[in-house]
Structure formats: C-alpha cells, structure tokens
C-alpha cells in the first residue's frame, strides 16, 4: 500500500510540474517603444500616470493611463484605461484606446493592455514601468 501511494504521488507530481512551471509569453511579430514618465496623478481612487516615448511605427508617442485601484483584495493591482497619440515624422496622427490591467513589485509596474488603434490595427501591450528612474519599455504584439 505505501509504495502504491509513493507511486501516485510522484505520477501526481510528474504531470504538475510542467503546468507549474508555465508562464505568461506572447511570441511573433512585435514593435517596441521605450519612454519616460513625465507626470503621475494621484487621487484616492488611484492615479493617472502620463509617458512620452519614440515609436518605431507611430513616431513621437503620448499615452496617458488612468489607473484605478479596483481590486478589493489587492493595493498592489488592478485596471486601467488610457489613450495614446502619436504623430510620425511626415505629420499623420494616429489615436488609440487602451484598456487592461496593472500590477505592482515595489517600483516596478507593469501593465498588460489590448490596444485599439485609429488606423485599423489591434494589439496586445506588455508594459514595465519603472517608478525610482520613470523609464517605461512596452512591447506590442499585432494581432
């Protein structure tokens, strides 16, 4: 009986690991954008964080995020909303909405957002915020 429960503990823990060990990646075709803060916001309800940034595609880059303290049993995460500019270098304007989620480690932000953008494309946004020196990298995926 002992070596039949050793025997379904390790089957158990052989097919756990490797679900354990799964983590969030999204793969393929991105575009990076690297920024910096220049203002946050706070309110009691949470905070509005503004970025300026270069983008590779859109050109010169303005996005604001409208953080929201949300989740009741967490002060370290929760949603947001914001918009985006950008206006490239021969003068077109483009616009995005943008709306996700956020999570905190001590400076360290980081949101994941699905993007709406005026010229047709979708993406999906993975961004970090550092706070102590206001640097942001996001990476966005096409869908």
Known sequence: MNR??????????????PWM??????????????????????????????????????????LTYNINLDNPNSVDQGSFQGRATAINNDGSRVSSSRQGVWSRDG????????????????????????LQNDSVEMRFYPK
């Not at 039949?4 to 690991?17: D, Y």
């Not at 690297?34 to 964080?49: A, C, F, P, W």
């Open 4 to 17: 039949l429960l050793s025997t379904i503990t390790f089957l158990c823990f052989a097919v756990a690991v």
């Open 21 to 62: 060990s799964y983590g969030f990646e999204v793969t393929g075709e991105r575009v990076n954008l690297s920024g910096t803060i220049n203002s946050v916001v706070l309110t009691d309800e949470g905070g509005v964080i503004n970025v300026v940034s270069d983008n590779e595609i859109y050109g010169k880059t303005w």
């Open 107 to 130: 400076y360290m932000y980081s949101f994941y957002s699905l993007d709406d953008v005026s010229d047709g494309n979708q993406y999906i946004c993975i961004t970090t915020m550092n």
